[in-house]
């Protein structure tokens, strides 16, 4: 048998892992037919037939299985170790992968990465939002956001950003026709503008928490959403109250555009983290962000 490529191995790697041709093709830069071209010639070298492919998808046999447990871990810590030898050039350098929530992105990770990446032309962050949980290890992230409470125990998690609160709100014009609810289990009587998210598969129920006591509502309404964005335009126009980040809303709220209510029910929680495997050794590029993250105020008490 001929001596393998490393070039060849990951071209396996990415189509296995893709489960897609195209999609393997894009992600390492070359054409669909090249990848193909390659990859046929490894299961020719082997013998084996690595991947079975059809006119809709793409699946790895039992041997391409095993080669794909066998080699893909070993080939991520070579790359890992690569990387780590940028620590010997005086300017960080490489492409760091973060998967992140809607509002995470916009209020934490833009912030810092608008101040941190015109000082450091060679470092390159591609953030992928995302509404659901991604497992950083499977999708080969560098590192994920989440809150506190959320972060895997196997995980380090670094805090990036102050305790935040929920807001229940509606209109000026919806309140003028509607008693403003005093409990949380009287949303069940106004229409309410519902949360859906990949990982729950049924609609959010709504947390409150008061003095220990914690409710969970289930609320019904016209409309579903899962951005947060369209959410604050639905309530705005007066379709009916929605639950939102304190800071989406505080400034609606300061100039009249929304009334809050059941305040009271909204303690804060746990803010932001950013994390990553234990067994990942951190690049140079890596740690300078992470530390340019690196959350340095002083957290809410929770009530």
């Not at 690595?50 to 070579?78: D, F, K, N, Y």
């Not at 519902?194 to 008061?210: C, V």
Request: charged share 25%; net charge positive.
């Amino acid at each position: 048998m001929s001596r393998l490529n490393i070039d060849d191995l990951q071209a396996f790697l990415a189509v296995a892992r893709e489960r897609s041709f195209t999609r393997a093709a894009a992600q390492l830069g070359v054409s669909q037919s090249a990848i193909s071209h390659t990859v046929r010639g490894l299961e020719e070298r082997l013998g084996l037939r690595l991947l079975s492919r059809t006119t809709r998808s793409v699946a790895t046999t039992e041997a391409g299985e095993r080669l794909l447990m066998c080699i893909g871990p070993r080939l991520e810590e070579i790359e890992t170790e690569l990387s780590a030898l940028t620590a010997l050039r005086h300017t960080p350098t490489g492409t760091i992968r973060i998967t992140a929530g809607e509002h995470a992105a916009e209020t934490v990770l833009w912030p810092t990465l608008a101040k941190l990446l015109p000082a450091y032309p060679d470092i390159t962050v591609e953030v992928s939002v995302e509404q659901g949980f991604t497992d950083i290890v499977t999708e080969r992230y560098d590192a994920g956001v989440r809150l506190g409470e959320q972060v895997a125990k196997d995980m380090i998690a670094v805090r990036i950003g102050p305790d935040l609160r929920m807001a229940v709100v509606g209109s000026p014009g919806y309140f003028a026709k509607r008693k403003p609810p005093k409990t949380p289990h009287e949303l069940t009587a106004h229409p309410c503008i519902n949360i859906r998210f990949p990982t729950h598969g049924s609609l959010y129920a709504w947390e409150f928490e008061k003095r220990g006591r914690e409710v969970k509502v289930r609320v019904e309404g016209q409309l579903v959403f899962n951005t947060a964005s369209m959410r604050r335009k639905a309530v705005l126009g007066g379709f009916g109250l929605a639950y939102l980040m304190e800071d989406q809303i505080e400034k609606d709220v300061a100039a009249g555009r929304l009334v809050r209510v059941l305040e009271d029910w909204c303690p804060p929680f746990t803010g932001y983290h950013l994390y990553y495997p234990s067994r990942r050794q951190p690049a140079p590029a890596f740690t300078l962000l992470v530390n340019a993250l690196r959350f340095q105020g002083k957290a809410n008490a929770s009530s």
